[in-house]
């Protein structure tokens, strides 16, 4: 079993579609999650931390369930300018080495 | 302000040749690392160094040699490299190594070995 697994995906959707993505994590002691966003042929860019309690920012909402170990991404009235690949990242438990294991990414498309 | 720098944007190269990517960041971050990053895959970690130290080697071949000459700068050097080693190559930086510290990314450098 991969450490943290993401459906590759590709996600099409129209505009304005709302969209989830899904991500698992295999080691229950991981305490931080992230999703971070990257466009073609671009750098990652953070998109958003995730915490215990959940979190929003405008239209992207981030869950976390840790019994489950399961991460998750809502996107909500999808942009052309979401189109992307969204990667799951999961620190390395029990270690401050700045260790961080990314999922394959999933990518989105949104179509007009 | 939390940004990277690196230059080159882009770089080719011969498999003979010495080269050197460089990363900066004024962030006051005290950890800084280097990813390869092949197409459609996931960023793959190198090297981390945490306050100006080498602190991780993740078995990364002796034809990269990374070196930290202060706080604020990193660099690759490149040497003799294989045609297999072209990727973008990712510089990152952090506060510190603990789990809860964000990583950001540089541009990167886009190698071809040819």
């Known amino acids: 079993r991969k450490e943290v697994e993401q459906d590759p995906g590709p996600f099409n959707v129209p505009e304005g579609a709302t969209v989830a993505f899904n991500c698992t994590y295999s080691?229950?002691?991981?305490?931080?999650f992230f999703w971070y966003r990257q466009d073609c042929r671009k750098e990652p860019k953070l998109l958003m931390s995730?915490?215990?309690s959940g979190n929003e920012d405008g239209r992207f909402t981030a869950q976390l369930n840790r019994a489950s170990q399961y991460i998750s991404l809502l996107i909500r009235d999808s942009k052309l300018s979401d189109s992307a690949t969204y990667l799951c990242v999961v620190n390395m438990p029990k270690s401050n080495t700045g260790k961080l294991i990314f999922g394959q990414g999933t990518t989105l498309q949104v179509k007009p | 302000d939390t940004e990277v720098t690196q230059t080159p944007k882009h770089l080719v190269m011969g498999m003979t040749n010495k080269k050197s990517l460089k990363c900066e960041q004024h962030?006051?971050?005290?950890?800084m690392y280097w990813y390869k990053q092949k197409a459609k895959k996931p960023p793959e970690l190198m090297f981390v160094?945490?306050?100006?130290?080498?602190?991780i080697n993740e078995s990364v071949p002796s034809r990269f040699s990374p070196e930290c000459p202060n706080s604020s700068l990193l660099n690759l050097h490149l040497h003799a490299l294989q045609p297999e080693d072209s990727a973008l190559y990712l510089c990152?930086?952090?506060?510190?190594?603990?789990?809860?510290?964000?990583?950001?990314f540089g541009p990167g450098t886009r190698l071809t070995v040819l």
């Open positions: 995730v915490y215990s």
């Open positions: 160094y945490s306050y100006e130290k080498l602190s």
């Open positions: 080691n229950s002691a991981s305490q931080s």
């Open positions: 990152a930086s952090s506060p510190g190594t603990s789990g809860r510290d964000t990583q950001y």
């Open positions: 962030m006051g971050h005290r950890a």
